[in-house]
C-alpha cells in the first residue's frame, strides 16, 4: 500500500544458557534462547517458528520440544522431531506480539531420554530466515527476519548442551574407618573399614555391586569371612567369603537395575561400613584388610537417567580405597592402670566410712571382650608397711554406678580379695574404686591401697578362653593422712578488766575462742571453768558470782548455773546443761 512502511525483525541467539551438561532423563531442559526484536517502524506479529537440531543426539534421544516467554509456554509442545530433525511451532492462533522498537526473548525447552551413556549433544538452531514467518502489524506485509538492520539473516546457533550422567565420589571415611586393630580369632562382626560415597548434583546413584580386596596386608582368605556391609546399625549385604582376593556384592545388569545395594542421592553423602569374623582356623600374627581397589570394582546406575554410570575415573573418583591394616591374634589383652579421678591425698578421720581410697582403669584391647573373675587389692599403712587386723575395714570393690564386685572384706590384714564376673568389651574401659572405712582404734598414721602386679588379677579372654597376663601401670592409689579432729581455746580480746556494779546480771566475764582443726567437725559437750583472783590466781569468792551461763553472743546456750559445790570455785557444764541437751 503506498505510503505505507513495511517493519523489520532482527533475530539473534542469546549467551544465556551457556554450554552445559543435560542429565539424561532430564525433563523440561533448557536448550537455548534468541532475541526477536522488531525495528522502529512498525510492530510485528510471529506467526511460525521452526527449530533444527543440529547436535549429535538422535531424534528419539529428544522429546516435548516447547517455547516459553517470560517462563509462559506459547503454542503447543511437539512432542518429537520430524524427519528433518525439526520443531515447527504454528503461533497463528497466538502470534508473538512485538511493538515497534522491542523485543522479546524466546527460550527452547526439552525433555532428554533416560538410558543415554554415551556422550551426545545437543544444539537448537533458527537455520534460516525461512524458519521464521513475521508480518507487519500495521501493513499486513510479510517481513523477511535480518541479523540487524545492515545484516542478512544468518543461522543462530545455541550453545552446546552434552547429555551426561552423574558421578561419584569414594573415599575413605577417617570419621569411621577403624585405626589398626588387633582381632581375635574367633570373633565376629569386626569393623574392618568404612567408605563414603558421595554423589555430584547432577543425580543420585544406586550402587548395585562392589568388590572388596583383601590388599595389603599378609592375610590370605582363611583369616577373614562372613564379610558385611552396614548402613549404620543396618546391615544391608553379606555375609559373603572371599574368592581368591574379592568379596562381591550385588550384581549389575546392562541398563536399568530395579534394585541395587544402596541408593545416594544427588548431593549428599552414605558411609558405608564393611566388617567380617575372624575364623577361629585365621593364623595368628598375619594382618588383614578389605578395601576398594579400584574405581573399576564399583557398579552404579544413575537415579535419574536410569542407567548405567560408565565406569570411568571421571565418573567413579576413586580418592582413597585403602584402610588400616589389622592384626589378627591368639588372644586379647588386659591393662590396668591408676584412673585420672582416683581422689587426691588427703586426710581421713578415724572412725570415718566409706572413704574412697583409690580408682583404677580395667582397659581391654581391641582384640576380645575380656572377663575379670579375680582382683586383689593390697593394704598399707603408716612408712609403707603393710597394714595390720584393725587398720582397716568393710573393704569393698565397685563400679561408679556404685554396683558392689563381690563380698565385703570386713576384717582385713594384708589384702582384699574379691571374686566376681565383670566382662569388659573390647576396646572399651571400665574404672572401678575402692573403699573403706577407717576404725576409731586404727594406728594407722596414712594408709594407701595398690594392685602391683598382674598376680592380683585373673582375666580371661571371651572368644579365645585365654587366660591372660595382664599389663599393670602404677596401680597404687595416694597416700591419705589418718587423722583425729583437734580444738583450740583461747581467751578472747573482750571483755577486757572492767569494774562490775553489785547486783548487776547477765554480766560478760569472760571470752572463749573455739577454732577447730581442718580434719573434721568438733563438738564440744563439757566445759569446766574455774574462778581465781587476779592478784595470786587464789581461788575467787564463791559470793562474788551466780547463775553462770554460756552465751554465743546474745544468745545463750546453756542452763544458769552454780558453783559444782558449796565450797568450789569452779562450774562444770555438761551436755545436759547446754539448752539443745548435746553441746556446740
Known amino acids: 500500500i503506498a505510503g505505507i512502511s513495511v517493519g523489520e525483525l532482527f533475530v539473534a541467539v542469546q549467551a544465556s544458557p551457556a554450554a552445559a551438561t543435560?542429565?539424561?532423563?532430564?525433563?523440561?531442559?533448557?536448550i537455548a534462547s534468541w532475541k526477536f526484536e522488531a525495528s522502529s517502524t512498525e510492530a510485528v506479529s510471529v506467526h511460525k517458528i521452526t527449530v533444527t537440531h543440529a547436535g549429535s543426539a538422535a531424534a528419539t534421544d529428544i522429546s516435548n520440544i516447547k517455547l516459553k516467554i517470560a517462563g509462559a509456554q506459547i503454542g503447543s509442545t511437539v512432542v518429537t522431531l520430524d524427519s528433518q530433525n525439526q520443531a515447527v511451532f504454528d503461533l497463528s492462533s497466538a502470534p508473538i506480539e512485538i511493538l515497534a522498537g522491542s523485543n522479546k526473548t524466546v527460550y527452547a525447552y526439552a525433555d532428554v531420554a533416560a538410558g543415554i551413556w554415551t556422550a551426545r549433544t545437543l544444539i537448537f538452531e533458527i537455520t534460516q530466515y525461512t524458519d521464521v514467518t513475521v508480518y507487519g502489524a500495521n501493513s499486513g506485509g510479510a517481513i523477511e527476519a535480518a541479523a540487524s538492520d545492515t545484516a542478512a539473516f544468518s543461522k543462530q546457533?545455541?550453545?552446546?548442551?552434552?547429555?551426561g550422567q552423574g558421578s561419584l565420589t569414594v573415599n575413605v571415611d577417617a570419621a569411621y574407618n577403624p585405626a589398626s586393630q588387633n582381632y581375635v580369632k574367633g570373633t565376629s562382626n569386626r569393623l574392618m573399614s568404612a567408605f563414603k560415597f558421595t554423589t555430584g548434583s547432577r543425580e543420585g546413584a544406586r550402587v548395585v555391586k562392589l568388590k572388596l580386596k583383601l590388599n595389603n596386608g599378609s592375610g590370605t582368605a582363611t583369616d577373614v569371612s562372613n564379610i558385611t556391609l552396614w548402613d549404620g546399625s543396618t546391615q544391608i549385604a553379606g555375609p559373603v567369603s572371599l574368592i581368591g582376593s574379592y568379596a562381591t556384592f550385588g550384581s549389575n545388569t546392562i541398563g536399568w537395575?530395579?534394585?541395587?545395594?544402596?541408593?545416594?542421592?544427588?548431593?549428599?553423602?552414605?558411609?558405608?561400613?564393611?566388617?567380617?569374623?575372624?575364623?577361629?582356623?585365621?593364623?595368628?600374627?598375619?594382618?588383614?584388610?578389605?578395601?576398594?581397589?579400584?574405581?573399576?570394582?564399583?557398579?552404579?546406575?544413575?537415579?535419574?537417567?536410569?542407567?548405567d554410570i560408565t565406569q570411568s575415573t571421571t565418573n567413579i573418583v576413586l580418592t582413597s580405597g585403602n584402610g588400616n591394616l589389622h592384626t589378627v591374634k591368639a588372644y586379647g589383652a588386659l591393662s590396668l592402670s591408676l584412673s585420672a579421678n582416683t581422689p587426691p591425698a588427703q586426710t581421713y578421720i578415724k572412725g570415718s566410712t566409706g572413704q574412697e581410697m583409690m580408682r583404677f582403669n580395667l582397659t581391654a584391647d581391641s582384640g576380645e571382650d575380656i572377663t575379670i573373675s579375680a582382683i586383689t587389692v593390697d593394704l598399707f599403712k603408716s612408712g609403707g608397711a603393710v597394714a595390720a587386723s584393725g587398720d582397716f575395714t568393710n573393704v569393698k570393690l565397685l563400679k561408679l554406678d556404685g554396683t558392689q564386685l563381690g563380698s565385703t572384706v570386713t576384717s582385713p590384714t594384708t589384702e582384699a580379695a574379691f571374686s566376681f564376673t565383670l566382662t569388659v568389651p573390647a576396646s572399651e574401659t571400665v574404672t572401678l574404686k575402692v573403699i573403706a572405712d577407717i576404725p576409731t582404734g586404727t594406728t594407722m598414721t596414712t594408709a594407701n591401697v595398690r594392685i602391683p602386679d598382674s598376680d592380683h588379677i585373673t582375666s580371661t579372654g571371651v572368644a579365645s578362653s585365654a587366660t591372660l597376663t595382664e599389663t599393670v601401670s602404677s596401680v597404687i592409689g595416694k597416700t591419705m593422712t589418718i587423722?583425729?579432729?583437734?580444738?583450740?581455746?583461747?581467751?578472747?580480746a573482750t571483755p577486757g578488766d572492767q569494774n562490775i556494779i553489785i547486783g548487776s546480771t547477765e554480766i560478760p566475764v569472760v571470752g572463749l575462742v573455739m577454732t577447730a582443726g581442718s580434719a573434721e567437725d568438733i563438738r564440744v559437750t563439757r566445759i569446766k571453768l574455774s574462778a581465781a583472783s587476779a592478784e595470786d590466781a587464789y581461788a575467787g569468792d564463791q559470793d562474788s558470782l551466780s547463775n553462770i551461763a554460756l552465751w554465743d553472743g546474745s544468745t545463750r546456750l546453756t542452763a544458769k548455773k552454780g558453783w559444782d559445790s558449796s565450797t568450789a570455785t569452779t562450774v562444770t557444764f555438761s551436755a545436759s546443761d547446754f539448752l539443745n541437751s548435746s553441746g556446740i
Open 257 to 307: 537395575d530395579s534394585t541395587g545395594l544402596f541408593d545416594i542421592a544427588k548431593s549428599s553423602n552414605k558411609t558405608i561400613q564393611v566388617k567380617a569374623d575372624i575364623p577361629t582356623g585365621a593364623t595368628a600374627d598375619r594382618t588383614v584388610d578389605l578395601d576398594i581397589a579400584a574405581y573399576s570394582d564399583i557398579w552404579i546406575d544413575g537415579l535419574d537417567s536410569k542407567y
Open 483 to 492: 587423722g583425729q579432729g583437734s580444738l583450740t581455746v583461747s581467751a578472747a
Open 22 to 30: 543435560i542429565l539424561s532423563g532430564a525433563t523440561d531442559q533448557e
Open 157 to 163: 546457533t545455541g550453545a552446546t548442551m552434552t547429555i
